[in-house]
């Protein structure tokens, strides 16, 4: 039965950090479809790239055939979840956590099949904003230990700064949402980062006390890039799913530009192409890796975006950075276009690689080229972070072009998100 293939799957692209009971759960997985849960607190109107390994783990799962619930925590949200946070999140109102939910509930639609039966979107206010406060504590709060909550490395770093009592109801509140799904839907299985470890137990332990039946947890590993840094943050900020605060083309930028260590991993994680094809990829260097970012690139964007929106990102980058090859047998399931390695028909010009030397500041030059009108605008468009130079955003009005900026012959200036212009650098 596929139902079985799901553990071995999500196990071998590397979703899988802990899980409760693991030798049951293997067996639940494989004898009937599941019903499982990830919760997504909407403190902002988009979701970023972060939550992506929650995302996709949740279509990997249905594509076996389990049924996942998506929560828009329209409740938990007015509390704010201590985990992996140094200081209190800042309070939402109701209205604006609806909207964060509306908009949440529309990018999860690109990930999941929401056709009847197969998938559902819960937003946990449903019964927690219909809590009555004393009963919540008599039946639900007595099974939770004061003592063992502030073992929890969650609580025990916010004790440092201080932890309000607010947030200190979070688990219970999370556990809670668990014990309604298990009743309402019959949910036996949640699902999420690692640093939900302990909330995630804490629901299992709440069912097992309420109801004696038995439920599961899983988390996925905290993902950080190859150098260290946190996944989806660049030094611009987040990287979200929503095109308005990320466009398309920026957003196949920063897959495509991954670190060389992340390739073959962020390709099991981030697409749904098949691991016999992924797998190859880590033995990969030099140009056939770049081909495999453009790949990962794409996939990503597709998934996002639609096909569409990747095939137009694909074409601004290669007429950009001119198009890399992608052999048909690399990534064969890749819609990608395969195209050649021909140089981009990129509007552009020399520049006297001597006048390169002299660093001329980049302001002067958008004005000598006929680029921009005047120094004025040419000063503004910088300052707004308009202008790119090989991709990277400038924003000192002082900067100046280098030698150094050279790549294969040619510097690439971008204005605005759609004006391109290739500096070539002649002798």
């Not at 998100?417 to 002649?426: D, F, M």
Request: charged content about 20%; some cysteine.
């Amino acid at each position: 039965m596929k139902y079985a293939q799901a553990f071995q799957e999500m196990k071998r692209r590397g979703f899988i950090q802990q899980v409760t009971e693991l030798e049951p759960l293997q067996e639940l997985l494989a004898r009937e479809p599941v019903t499982f849960y990830v919760g997504i607190d909407p403190t902002a109107d988009s979701l970023h790239v972060g939550h992506l390994m929650a995302v996709m783990g949740m279509m990997q799962m249905q594509k076996f055939g389990h049924r996942p619930i998506a929560i828009v925590g329209g409740g938990t949200a007015m509390v704010g979840d201590p985990s992996g946070k140094s200081e209190m999140r800042k309070m939402l109102t109701r209205e604006a956590i609806a909207a964060n939910s509306e908009k949440i509930k529309q990018q999860l639609s690109r990930y999941l099949d929401f056709t009847p039966g197969k998938a559902l979107m819960v937003d946990n206010y449903e019964w927690l904003g219909e809590l009555k406060y004393i009963e919540f504590l008599r039946d639900i709060g007595r099974h939770f230990s004061v003592n063992r909550m502030l073992t929890y490395e969650a609580y025990k770093i916010r004790m440092e700064k201080g932890l309000s009592f607010l947030e200190f109801n979070y688990q219970l509140l999370q556990a809670y949402d668990y014990l309604m799904l298990y009743d309402q839907h019959g949910c036996r299985l949640q699902m999420g980062g690692d640093d939900q470890w302990a909330n995630i137990l804490a629901g299992t332990d709440l069912i097992r006390r309420v109801r004696g039946a038995e439920c599961y947890g899983l988390t996925f590993p905290l993902l950080t890039t190859a150098t260290g840094a946190k996944m989806g943050k660049t030094e611009s900020g987040a990287v979200w799913l929503d095109p308005a605060k990320t466009t398309p083309y920026d957003y196949f930028q920063y897959w495509v530009n991954c670190d060389d260590r992340d390739v073959s991993r962020f390709l099991a994680f981030f697409t749904p192409l098949p691991m016999e094809e992924i797998e190859v990829v880590a033995g990969l260097e030099g140009a056939a890796l770049n081909a495999a970012k453009v790949v990962l690139a794409f996939e990503a964007t597709a998934l996002t975006h639609g096909r569409e929106a990747a095939q137009t990102a694909q074409a601004a980058a290669a007429a950009a950075f001119g198009k890399r090859e992608i052999p048909a047998s690399m990534l064969p399931s890749s819609k990608v276009e395969r195209g050649g390695t021909a140089a981009g028909s990129m509007p552009g010009g020399p520049l006297a690689a001597a006048r390169l030397a002299a660093e001329p500041r980049l302001a002067d030059l958008l004005v000598e080229l006929g680029l921009l009108p005047s120094k004025g605008e040419a000063k503004r468009l910088i300052q707004g972070g308009g202008v790119t130079v090989n991709d990277q955003r400038v924003e000192d009005i002082q900067a100046a072009l280098t030698p150094a900026q050279v790549v294969d012959g040619r510097i690439v200036l971008r204005l605005g998100k759609k004006r391109w212009y290739q500096l070539v650098i002649s002798q």
